[in-house]
């Protein structure tokens, strides 16, 4: 029951800071649905985000449901966790250090019986956050936009063992949020009326991912495995809302509110392959190709531009000895990894780059079955060429990772 109202306790301190906070503080993030959320857990940023193939008994990977198979008998596995993201963005004028903090996940995961898996979770899944000032010469008005929002997604996944090497599984994810973007007109005369204009955008709706894993046992202490996933091409219910109105002196003069829309948003189709190599228990290498159909995107039938995405990941892990009971640092998991994309981001023609190396650490704690997971990652994105923002951030991420038993009676009391 301790354990119970400690999970409960958890999950109602996170959910009351998920809203709270600023993720992002990208102009980038005023396209589309935002800065996409694409790597979560610190353990897969430190393989600069490569998971498709990567299955633990000890983790849950909600990045390939069919990874749920992998649970021990009795357990029950838990993790959350956070970040801190320091970013510099430079134009060809101003050069400014902006920091961010936010909840990354909180998932379960836990076995149903020998050939059956689940995992439930909450991890975000896009956030938009940005202040951007223009100044038009012309009219003497200074052109101010806002945005702040996110959204979030809570899944449910399920997976099936069809045989020793190959399993099936599907996540089912519900998303949920808002996103906010404000518009502000300011003239230097002050007899002028200031224009501003809220635009509101909420949505909920489903969509489904489908995960296939094959692993393959090459001797005792030798695997290799061979991830997919995708997901449907989905419609998500929105609403959209916008106030317009002008202000003069502080005070309101006129308003004008649009009627309410309702509409749908086009999720394109993501789709990933991962391989692993498991090497004598010491080393994991892993690698992930991802592709995803941006050019398909639409917000009530606008497309806002986007190209198809792609990204390149892969990294390294070695553990000493994981079993060692003498020396504390051979059971530490060390990684490095690295990854280069291609947003959906472009601006006449150009697509944006994205490329980063990371490091990171999986830290068992003394005589317990918790276990710390750290990651830092140095990147790049963007360009000063064209006007554009350049973007060079570090983040660190931190998890915390308890595997619990259930249904064992004690045999003492």
């Not at 393959?216 to 495995?225: G, H, L, V």
């Amino acid at each position: 029951m301790n354990k119970f109202l400690s999970i409960v306790i958890v999950f109602s301190a996170v959910i009351s800071n998920v809203y709270s906070q600023i993720a992002t503080s990208s102009p980038y993030s005023r396209f589309g649905l935002g800065e996409l959320q694409e790597s979560i857990l610190p353990q897969y940023n430190a393989f600069g985000g490569a998971s498709t193939a990567i299955t633990n008994s000890n983790s849950v990977n909600p990045n390939n449901p069919a990874t749920y198979t992998s649970f021990g008998p009795n357990s029950f596995l838990l993790s959350t966790g956070g970040w801190h993201q320091t970013t510099r963005m430079q134009n060809i004028n101003v050069d400014q250090i902006v920091n961010n903090n936010a909840f990354s996940h909180l998932i379960l995961g836990f076995p149903i019986n020998r050939k059956l898996g689940a995992s439930i979770g909450m991890i975000p899944f896009s956030n938009i956050g940005y202040e951007i000032n223009a100044r038009d010469n012309d009219y003497n008005a200074d052109m101010n936009y806002y945005g702040d929002g996110g959204i979030s997604n809570i899944y449910f996944g399920g997976a099936y063992a069809l045989s020793n090497s190959f399993s099936i599984g599907l996540n089912a994810s519900y998303l949920f949020g808002g996103l906010n973007r404000r518009k502000q007109l300011v003239y230097d005369d002050d007899s002028f009326l200031t224009s501003k204009s809220n635009s509101k955008i909420n949505l909920k709706g489903y969509y489904y991912e489908l995960g296939l894993l094959y692993e393959k046992m090459i001797n005792e202490n030798d695997a290799f495995s061979i991830g997919f996933l995708a997901n449907n091409n989905s419609l998500i219910r929105a609403k959209r809302s916008e106030i317009v109105f002008s202000e003069l002196d502080g005070e309101q003069q006129d308003i004008f509110v649009d009627d309410t829309e309702w509409g749908y948003i086009n999720l394109p189709r993501n789709t990933s392959c991962g391989i692993s190599y498991n090497k004598d228990k010491k080393w994991l290498l892993v690698a992930d190709y991802n592709l995803q159909d941006w050019a398909d995107y639409r917000m009530f039938d606008e497309s806002d531009n986007l190209a198809n995405s792609s990204r390149i990941s892969a990294g390294i892990q070695y553990t000493p000895d994981y079993n060692s009971v003498t020396k504390y640092y051979k059971r530490v998991d060390y990684r490095f990894g690295g990854s280069y994309s291609n947003t959906p981001l472009q601006f006449d023609n150009r697509q944006l780059i994205e490329k980063s190396i990371s490091f990171g650490f999986g830290i068992p704690v003394k005589k317990s079955r918790t276990k710390y997971d750290f990651s830092c990652t140095l990147g790049q994105r963007g360009t000063l060429e064209g006007k554009l923002i350049k973007e060079q951030f570090i983040r660190l991420g931190l998890s915390v990772s308890y595997d619990g038993i259930w249904f064992v009676k004690r045999k003492y009391d």
